[in-house]
């Protein structure tokens, strides 16, 4: 039988933990089973979830209640009984269960067959390496900052000043909605001229991901369009309009872009120790399966920064083998120049190093900026301090006395 297998974590008396699990196992499935007539038990033995493992901590009782503890376990749910869909799925494993009480989705284990039926990134790491021409260090992302109410000559010159500096990829912020300032197509066709005139005067080729919005109906066609433009990659805040339109986006043969997927709103949904569903599963393994080509998440560091056990599994479930191409992790919020060798250290080569303010902060703007980071780059993969390397790169020095670093 094929199944796939959830894993949840929740509280319960340990008396009554191992009842609690077959009741979600049956709730979820067929509704009950002792009761049922053998003939009934028979026909019905292929659509019943059944309980995999339970694991009790009596060392970790509940905040408020102490009768009870943190149980942990596994339920595997027959392919059978839904559609092979991200959507369908979720409902089945924890649709009318996300409602009733403390209880935390933790991850979700697609057996071959399953996994087969999602495409996973068009690109992959590999793929936006190609595209790239990066294949020996970590590829350097910014951000435009500020642009709301600005113009595109506003935008045209942000973008080019990180072009300037050597950043591989800037992307739109994902706050920048299609406006009368800054229409989405004119971001693509001005952006792309920018980007071809800096790639003629230094060499280097930046990538532009221009954020993908509107109604979830009009999403394909637009990204068609963005294609037509010229467009090099799409950003999309996955968590607001759904993994079912990503992988739709990224299955369309017409599209063919790189997706970045944004975790905008998936703070509703992971920052909570109890209840909803946890960044693993939610900025991981769901993000891949549906296809995005790389997977931004808070980074260890910053301000809004996820625990280094967290952004771990995530990283682990985006690049672990499998079927699927991985994704490229994307650590993001509060990196600066002087984090890029616990970046690299945290992350390794196959990561993409993200900042905003670390960039535009820089006292010689986005430029020094981005030249900051790619001087931090090249230093700790030459085995250098950056305190060294700051010797002889004024904007890397100057970063340094900013935000600190060694």
């Not at 209880?103 to 999602?118: E, N, T, V």
């Not at 294949?135 to 435009?144: G, V």
Request: hydrophobic share 40%; aromatic share 8%.
């Amino acid at each position: 039988m094929t199944t796939i297998t959830a894993d949840y974590t929740s509280y319960s008396t340990p008396q009554q933990a191992a009842r609690y699990a077959e009741n979600i196992a049956l709730g979820l499935t067929i509704g009950t089973w002792t009761n049922l007539p053998t003939l009934d038990q028979q026909q019905l033995q292929q659509h019943k979830g059944e309980v995999k493992s339970l694991e009790i901590f009596d060392e970790q009782p509940h905040p408020y209640d102490k009768n009870k503890a943190k149980i942990q376990f596994s339920i595997s749910y027959p392919t059978v009984n839904f559609s092979p869909d991200i959507p369908a799925i979720l409902t089945t494993v924890f649709g009318k269960l996300s409602l009733d009480g403390e209880i935390k989705l933790q991850d979700l284990h697609f057996g071959a067959s399953l996994l087969r039926a999602f495409p996973g990134p068009r690109f992959g790491i590999e793929g936006i390496r190609d595209l790239t021409q990066v294949y020996n260090r970590p590829l350097l992302m910014s951000i435009f900052k500020t642009v709301i109410g600005r113009d595109l000559p506003y935008l045209a010159t942000q973008l080019r000043a990180q072009a300037e500096g050597g950043v591989d990829i800037v992307k739109d912020d994902e706050i920048l909605f299609d406006n009368p300032l800054t229409p989405f197509s004119k971001r693509i066709t001005e952006g792309k001229k920018i980007l071809q005139e800096t790639y003629e005067q230094t060499g280097h080729r930046t990538r532009y991901a221009v954020n993908l919005t509107g109604r979830t109906f009009d999403l394909r066609d637009k990204a068609r369009l963005a294609k037509s433009l010229g467009a090099d990659a799409l950003l999309l805040n996955v968590h607001t309009y759904g993994y079912d339109v990503l992988q739709s986006l990224v299955e369309d043969d017409d599209i063919a872009l790189p997706i970045l997927a944004h975790p905008a709103l998936s703070g509703a949904f992971i920052s909570a120790e109890r209840v909803g569903i946890s960044a693993q599963l939610a900025l991981g393994t769901l993000t891949r399966i549906a296809g995005a080509d790389l997977s931004l998440f808070p980074s260890p560091y910053g301000n809004v920064a996820l625990a280094k056990q967290t952004t771990d599994a995530i990283a682990q479930a985006l690049t672990a083998k499998n079927s699927l191409k991985a994704t490229f992790p994307v650590p993001s919020a509060g990196i600066h120049p002087g984090l890029v060798p616990q970046l690299i250290a945290d992350f390794g080569m196959d990561c993409v190093i993200n900042a905003g303010g670390g960039i535009h902060g820089h006292p010689n703007g986005a430029v020094g900026g981005a030249l900051a980071f790619r001087q931090a780059i090249d230093a700790t993969l030459q085995g250098l301090t950056l305190t060294e390397a700051a010797s002889q790169h004024r904007d890397l020095q100057q970063a340094l006395i900013l935000w600190g670093g060694q």
